[in-house]
Structures are given as C-alpha cells and as structure tokens.
C-alpha cells in the first residue's frame, strides 16, 4: 500500500510539473525551445520527490530483496534524469547562444546530434565509472564490435564521416544557395548521412554526403550573397551600338531589385545571322530572387525598344529575285551607301548624355547659349560654339571661333563635311553624328 501511495504521489507530482510547463510553453517563446529537457528534468523532480516524502521506510525490504541497496536505485533513476536534462540545456546553449548567436556559426543538426551523443557517451561512462564497473574489458568488447559494424555499415559510416567534414569545412550551410550537378538548390538540412536540398519547383533533392563531399558545386552566398546576372538580346543592325547600349541600361535601371552598386554594363558580344548580340550585366543582391528580376528585365528591356524604335530582329530570311540579272541577292546584304537628307545628332559623353536631335533642311547651332538648338551644359564649350546645315545633299559642320575649337575624331577644324558615325569633340562632351 505505502509503495502504490508512493507511485500515485510520484504521478501527481509529474502530472503537476508537465501541466505547468504546458501553461508556460503557450505564453513563453523560451519555454517552447526548452521544453525537451525541462519536461525531462520534471520526471527527474517527481521521482525524486516521491523518493523523499511520500516512499515510507517500510518498502526498504523490497530493495534489499532485489539487492538494490534500498534507495539508490530511485536516486540513480532520477539522477540520471536529471543529467539528461542537463545534457540537452548545455547543447541548447553551446549551439544557439554561443556559436549561432555570438560567434555567427549556423550549427547544423548532425553537429548538435553528434554533440549531444558525446555528452551522453561521457556521462555514461562517469557513472559506470562512479559504480565501479571496469571499463577496460567494456571499452576492448565495444571496439571489436565497432570493427564489425564498421565493416558492415561501411557506406553509411562514409556518408556519416563525410557529413561531418561538410559541417566543419563549411562549403555550405544551412540556408545557402547552391548549384549542384546542374541543379540550382537550398540547402535545407545536413542530416548523419544525407543533405538536403530544395530546388525552385518546391522539390526536395535528398543526395548522399559522400557525392556532395565527392562532386564539384557551385555556392551563390560565398563570399556574399550579391550575383552577377546576365540577360542576353539579339539587335537589329540598323540599330547603332550606343544607342542600343543606352536603351538596355534605360532598362536596367527601371528594373526592381537591380542594384546601382555595382552598376549595370553592357557588353557587344557577337555578331550573329540575325542581328547583334548584346549581353546586359546586372548585379542582385539575391539569387533566390533571380527568376522575377530576369522576368521585369526583360519586360523592361521590350518596353524601352518599342519606345524608341529598336527592333529585335526575328529568326527568319528573306530572299528577292531580281529578274532582270536572274540572280538571288539577300536582303540583309548591307546595301551601298546614299546620300540621305536626314541626319540626327546623339550626346554619347557629357553633362546632356543621351539627348538626341534630327538634323532637317534648317541649320542647327550648338552650344552653351540659351539661343542654341542644341544647348548642352558643358564648361569648355562656347555659347556659339558650332553650326551644322545641308549644303548639296551633305551635312556640313562648321565652327563659329569657338575658344577652345572644335575636333572631329581627334582633328581640329573649321569646317567639315560630316560622314556617318563620326565624332564630335567639344571639350568633353561628344556628340556622334548619324546619317539616314
């Protein structure tokens, strides 16, 4: 009867203890993290509160029937308990608050397991020790048994090393973005024999330890989480290179998630069957968002050539017969050169960057002064510095005493008759002269 008294007391007091700590766990964020070796450490408590007020004197000839020297055996219990509970709080602490939260280290969960085991495995022998039980003959058994094991889990054992090696080398961590054998992934967890990985579609991508430990791969988040991007576009070859340039980086920067620092580029990559190629090179600050900022560039990048009449030459080739020679000539030949009245005037270098002016049968002046056609905003240029007017089917620049003069392609004149894609100096804003 006092031993069922004891049990029922053990029980009420266990009962008490986890009902509390449930209470808390809903209120308490900190009890939530710790409620494993709390409620651990509350079984600990009940039984050795049963032990010490509710276990009467009379039940010590049970113990002493079994030889189990009265009650050490319940304080063992709960003592042991106790250790366990104390065991889970030190790794909560060494892995959360010293190494995640001090140091910056993101412990994965084989290492906190493996950490954890040791713990035990220390403890255990303490007390075996504490007992008096011999370890020599223990530690020479369990080492011929590992021998066997190890022979026959030999795989699993290459996968739980080789995890470790990527734990503590680091060529990735938990969160991290990754490219493996094509794959582009986030590590989600490193387990004793696996790693994990979750690609774009949503997919869990389980691989061995040992073939991330053997294979090459690519992380995004080392040294930093910033990306270089590209995004690829085919121009027609009406379209002058600088005026494409400035459209893609016009582009560029209406783009959500681009980054100013380091700046968009554009590269002229090849010449191809059906236009040139350009490559725009934008920098994210993220890899995981890759996918929607590719997707507005490239909105971005339509909006911008249909604004400003540059075409995107489509896959295809049209063929004319001319009768007259029986011959077949290409289209896309690049036809011989005319003479055309229209000609436009494009600011690639200066203060007025980009502004564009059509050249007609009226001349145009060019300089700081109000009365200016084209007024830029340049120190070294005169108010009156230059003028541009169609004489016999040919634009011809001509300078008005500027101070510091004016240079077409490095030479300095006074007056020139302009030829398509030709520069134009004043002081250092150049202007590029096109002719349609």
């Known amino acids: 009867m006092d031993l069922l008294l004891a049990i029922v007391g053990c029980l009420l007091v266990l009962f008490a203890t986890q009902a509390g700590l449930g209470l808390l766990q809903?209120?308490?964020?900190?009890?939530?993290?710790?409620?494993?070796?709390?409620?651990?450490?509350?079984?600990?408590?009940?039984?050795?509160?049963?032990n010490a007020f509710l276990l009467p004197q009379t039940t010590q000839s049970l113990f002493e029937r079994f030889d189990l020297g009265t009650e050490s055996l319940v304080w063992t219990i709960s003592g042991a308990l106790f250790a366990i509970g104390l065991i889970h709080l030190g790794a909560i602490y060494l892995f959360d608050v010293i190494l995640s939260q001090r140091r910056g280290y993101l412990a994965s969960g084989l290492v906190s397991r493996v950490g954890v085991a040791l713990m035990y495995l220390g403890v255990g022998l303490g007390a075996l020790a504490a007992f008096g039980v011999p370890l020599s003959g223990l530690l020479a058994t369990s080492a011929i048994t590992s021998l066997i094991l190890g022979l026959a889990l030999q795989p699993v054992l290459g996968n739980f090393f080789a995890g470790l090696v990527l734990t503590f080398e680091r060529p990735y961590r938990?969160?991290?973005?990754?490219?493996?054998?094509g794959t582009e992934a986030r590590v989600v967890e490193i387990t004793w024999r696996t790693t994990h990985l979750r690609n774009r579609d949503n997919d869990d991508i389980v691989v061995p330890n040992s073939a991330m430990a053997a294979?090459?791969?690519?992380?995004?988040?080392?040294?930093?989480?910033?990306?270089?991007?590209?995004?690829?576009?085919?121009?027609?070859?009406?379209?002058?290179?600088y005026r494409a340039t400035e459209a893609l980086l016009d582009a560029a920067k209406r783009t959500a998630g681009v980054l100013d620092n380091p700046s968009p580029d554009v590269f002229l990559v090849d010449f191809e069957d059906y236009g040139a190629r350009y490559e725009l090179r934008i920098w994210?600050?993220?890899?995981?968002?890759?996918p929607w900022v590719e997707n507005a560039?490239?909105?971005?990048?339509?909006?911008v050539f249909r604004q400003r009449g540059i075409q995107i030459p489509m896959p295809i080739q049209t063929i004319e017969i001319d009768e007259t020679h029986n011959s077949i000539r290409h289209l896309d030949e690049a036809?011989?050169?005319?003479?055309?009245?229209?000609?436009?005037?494009?600011?690639?270098?200066?203060?007025?960057?980009?502004?564009?002016?059509?050249?007609?049968?009226?001349?145009?002046?060019?300089?700081?002064?109000?009365d200016c056609n084209l007024m830029i905003a340049e120190p070294r240029a005169s108010k009156q510095h230059l003028r541009i007017e169609l004489q016999n089917e040919s634009f011809v620049l001509q300078d008005l005493d500027s101070h510091n003069g004016t240079f077409v392609d490095g030479r300095k004149i006074e007056r020139h008759v302009l030829k398509s894609f030709e520069r134009i100096h004043l002081g250092d804003t150049v202007i590029i002269f096109e002719q349609q």
């Open 284 to 290: 994210i600050a993220n890899i995981a968002d890759r």
């Open 26 to 50: 809903r209120h308490s964020s900190t009890v939530r993290q710790l409620i494993a070796p709390l409620r651990t450490m509350s079984l600990a408590v009940a039984v050795a509160s049963a």
């Open 174 to 181: 938990i969160n991290d973005w990754i490219k493996w054998q």
């Open 297 to 303: 560039a490239r909105r971005n990048i339509w909006e």
């Open 335 to 370: 036809p011989a050169e005319t003479t055309a009245k229209t000609g436009w005037l494009y600011v690639e270098v200066g203060p007025n960057q980009g502004t564009t002016i059509r050249l007609l049968d009226q001349p145009i002046t060019i300089g700081r002064g109000t």
């Open 215 to 241: 294979t090459e791969l690519v992380n995004f988040y080392y040294p930093n989480t910033m990306h270089l991007e590209r995004v690829y576009v085919r121009v027609h070859y009406k379209t002058p290179p």
